[in-house]
């Protein structure tokens, strides 16, 4: 059985033109990402968002623009799923509150995630795992970098 996996993130960033970025460790992966993920049956994409964003990043967002939308076909690395991930740039309501990393993967004890803000000018492709998060990064070295 096939299926459509609904994803969003967001791009928070910085005045330094700087990203965060997710490093997490699920299913036995290691993995890079931006803060958000799946959507809730009943839930619209904004909502989706803003509720990852508490739930990841105990932080209120608001959307300022849609980013980009997956125009090419991925399957999802943990399951059987199509993927059609929606970016937005964010913009935080608050200071952010999370105790930011310099580190890949460097995890508190209680956590299997950390976030760390990432140059847009000198992120490589290479530091980020999935596919349509590659094409992201590109799009955003070609209109931020």
Known sequence: MSYFNVRVYGLLINDNNEVLLSDEYEYGQYFTKFPGGGVELGEGLID???????????A?????SHFYT???????????????????????VNPLA?????????FSADSTQSFRWANIDTLSLDEITFKTDKT??????NTLG
């Open 136 to 141: 992201v990064v590109a799009l955003l070295k």
């Open 48 to 58: 989706a968002l803003k509720r990852e964003f508490v739930e990841e990043c105990n």
């Open 98 to 106: 999370l105790d930011i990393k310099t580190t890949v993967f460097d």
């Open 60 to 64: 209120a967002i608001e959307v300022v």
């Open 70 to 92: 997956t125009d090419f076909y991925e399957k999802s690395s943990f399951n059987e799923s199509q993927l059609i991930s929606v970016y937005y740039i964010v913009k935080a």
